[in-house]
């Protein structure tokens, strides 16, 4: 028997046809909950504080090289996006995914920069998995590719892709007993303010064997890369080969160490491409080894050490820049979300295209409150104090405003910092 509000309908509205509606209807929310899905993804650190004078945290690092960065950053976010399409029936196992990201901070100088004033697409690509075999994708667009760094400095060793216009690659091919990729991305020669200053180009490829076992517990990774200045209206094609390999070792007293050994010279010297149409291709080089470790040996206590050893030579500038870098940041546990972080920080740098040779050394402790135990335990909250003393030949370029002509300074404030 039909109920009082069913007996009411119009006739069009009958029993049957209700129920084709209503299983019509779940069919197509079944249907756009279980085949596509979308997940949001990002970063954010922000802080505030003083330095001396009153004046905002400054922030404290030699010019050109990365800085150690407990109680040391600018503000910085990144917030992304990732969609899963729907796929027909027959597609198992197969998946297309769109990715973009936005980011913004401020600048080194923070006195003439704002935060969230010059958003930018720092990621858009589309990615097709096991379409062309099972555990191999496909890619095109703009995005992070295969980033290799040294988290307590920041410092990205490996980071072919920084600044391109776009790319496009294959990964994940099975060859000699690891996987293999390659991406090609395209670089246009820019301003300060983004603008194209002629129509001078870049194209460069970038070749990975990785993940071969050399150990139960270690592996070795290969990188061999080309780049290449196209002539545009004031040059000529200029290229440049880079070769590179590291050591993965899991399983170091709770942690991993990474160590890395580089090379690179002409258009693929700065580890993307040279577009400077007046620079000295034929003598422009750079050789690099680095090792990072993190360790976590019981729950108390974990702990990341790095060092760099780092050289850039170009004769159009009369000399070569030489920068070692090392730190330590051990943390503390006291319960399961508070912890005190101590970082300690080395840099020096011989730069011999501006004559300037000294170190700088950065302190900084920190208390914790923090999600969990971990050294890379996010969210997190911080409080924290910092102090820096260079030398003189760097006197104007450490600091910002607030410390120029000084060769010492210091920092204190709160910063809060989360990925997910």
Not at 101 to 125: C, I, K, R, W
Not at 299 to 322: C, F, M, R
């Amino acid at each position: 028997m039909q109920n009082k509000f069913m007996s009411q309908l119009p006739s069009v509205f009958s029993n049957s046809m209700l129920k084709t509606l209503c299983v019509a209807g779940a069919l197509a929310a079944s249907t756009q909950v279980s085949a596509s899905s979308t997940d949001f993804f990002g970063y954010i650190r922000a802080h505030a504080g003083v330095s001396e004078k009153g004046a905002s945290p400054e922030t404290f690092g030699l010019p050109g090289v990365a800085k150690y960065r407990l109680g040391n950053e600018n503000n910085w976010a990144e917030l992304g996006v990732k969609h899963q399409f729907d796929l027909p029936e027959g597609y198992d196992g197969k998946n297309i995914e769109f990715v973009m990201m936005l980011a913004d901070g401020e600048s080194a100088n923070e006195a003439t920069s704002a935060f969230y004033d010059n958003t930018t697409f720092v990621q858009s690509y589309i990615k097709f998995d096991n379409f062309l075999g099972e555990g191999i994708s496909a890619w095109g667009g703009r995005r992070f590719y295969k980033r290799m760094d040294i988290h307590m400095n920041d410092y990205f060793w490996l980071n072919t892709g920084a600044g391109a216009d776009g790319g496009l690659g294959i990964e994940g091919i099975d060859l000699a007993g690891g996987k293999f990729s390659f991406a090609s991305f395209v670089f246009k020669n820019l301003n300060d303010a983004g603008v194209t200053t002629d129509d001078t180009t870049g194209t460069n490829i970038d070749f990975r064997l990785e993940g071969i076992e050399v150990t139960p517990n270690s592996n070795i990774n290969f990188w061999l890369y080309g780049a290449m200045k196209h002539a545009g209206v004031n040059g000529e094609n200029e290229s440049g080969l880079g070769i590179g390999g590291w050591v993965t070792t899991e399983g170091v007293m709770g942690g991993s160490n990474t160590t890395a050994i580089l090379y690179k010279d002409g258009a693929a010297s700065n580890g993307q491409v040279v577009l400077d149409s007046t620079a000295d291709f034929d003598n422009l080089s750079s050789f690099e080894i680095n090792n990072n470790l993190v360790i976590e040996p019981n729950e108390n206590y974990s702990l990341q050490w790095g060092v760099i050893y780092k050289v850039d030579e170009s004769a159009a500038t009369n000399g070569k820049k030489t920068w070692m870098s090392t730190g330590v940041r051990p943390v503390f546990y006291m319960t399961d979300h508070t912890s005190v972080a101590v970082e300690l920080g080395y840099d020096n740098l011989d730069d011999e295209t501006t004559g300037k040779d000294g170190s700088l050394t950065k302190a900084t402790v920190a208390l914790q409150l923090a999600k969990s135990r971990g050294y890379y335990s996010r969210p997190v909250m911080r409080a924290f104090v910092t102090a820096a003393e260079w030398d003189e030949d760097f006197q104007n370029d450490v600091g910002g405003v607030t410390y120029a002509g000084d060769t010492s300074g210091w920092a204190a404030g709160l910063q809060v910092e989360a990925w997910w």
